[in-house]
């Protein structure tokens, strides 16, 4: 592992740090930054010397989500974004340009929802820390976590509400309840971290410069509890979870999610990147709402 991986990984103090490493372009989400997230947890799950996980991003932005620029399978294309191309295992004939195949859609998002859901399977609690921003498939990963700290300047949102998906992993509903989930998946607003702490989404609000030692500090705290303790009572809370219907509300929002990026107003919606750059899509998108890049200043 060098500085330049997309993912870093690193044990120390009885805690494992896996940090998303683009800084450069907001820690935006590829599939090599995901698999990097899955092969982390997988590697602080075997160690013996791991009693908590931090899930963080470097530079001052946890993650802007998916990276849309960069085609990562969210895309509404007819097969030939990366991740698109292999088929799976069905016959049939070669699909004509800009079909979509909803069976290929699912599969593949389905394959981010099994890899950050590893977050929500580990044995072990994970601490995810909320810099910056979280937007969109960020929140798809984080809100998998146990426990959310957040600094007291950052927001976090599900802005592709507005148009170009739908939650993955669902976990809204599950951590807000019926009202505050509605409140903002509806209408995709950003959640400061005030509000955040408020309605019960975040664990703790500290300040920024405060976030990263807290967050380790509370982390190394479980190494004082039988790590058998740790799992058994963690499956307890997440079963009752999935009893109320988790996974099927799951496979409905990754479903759900192709359906919203191959409209015609998300066709319409990606095609002016081009026409009128993508910033300015985005601020067109967030401006009525004043939120995002188009808080008042």
């Not at 957040?150 to 998906?165: K, L, N, V």
């Not at 607003?189 to 380790?216: F, K, M, N, Q, Y």
């Not at 790590?227 to 999935?242: G, R």
Request: proline fraction near 5%; hydrophobic fraction near 40%.
């Amino acid at each position: 592992m060098t500085d330049q991986d997309p993912v870093l990984y690193e044990e120390r103090d009885d805690i494992a740090v896996i940090t998303l490493n683009r800084p450069e372009k907001k820690n935006t989400l590829t599939d090599a930054v995901i698999q990097g997230i899955a092969d982390g947890i997988d590697a602080a799950t075997k160690s013996p010397d791991v009693a908590a996980i931090v899930l963080r991003g470097a530079g001052d932005t946890f993650t802007a989500g998916y990276d849309l620029t960069a085609g990562t399978g969210t895309g509404t294309a007819g097969g030939d974004e990366p991740g698109w191309s292999t088929p799976y295992g069905a016959k049939g004939p070669e699909p004509r340009d800009g079909a979509w195949d909803p069976v290929r859609d699912y599969q593949f998002m389905g394959n981010n929802v099994r890899r950050f859901m590893k977050v929500w399977e580990c044995p072990k609690p994970v601490i995810g820390e909320v810099r910056g921003w979280a937007v969109g498939g960020a929140t798809d990963l984080v809100l998998c976590a146990d426990l959310l700290y957040m600094a007291s300047d950052a927001h976090i949102g599900y802005a592709p509400s507005r148009i170009f998906g739908t939650p993955t992993t669902m976990m809204w509903v599950y951590r807000l309840g019926l009202e505050h989930a509605k409140q903002f998946l509806l209408t995709g607003r950003a959640i400061d971290a005030e509000t955040a702490h408020r309605i019960g989404l975040v664990s703790h609000v500290c300040e920024p410069d405060e976030l990263s030692a807290v967050v380790e500090a509370e982390a190394r705290r479980f190494r004082h509890i039988p790590a058998n303790q740790l799992a058994l009572n963690k499956m307890l809370v997440n079963q009752a979870f999935e009893n109320m219907g988790l996974r099927t509300s799951q496979m409905l929002g990754t479903f759900f999610d192709g359906v919203t990026r191959h409209t015609e107003e998300a066709y319409r919606w990606v095609e002016a990147f081009d026409e009128k750059g993508f910033r300015e899509v985005i601020r067109e998108r967030d401006a009525p709402w004043e939120d995002y890049g188009e808080r008042p200043r």
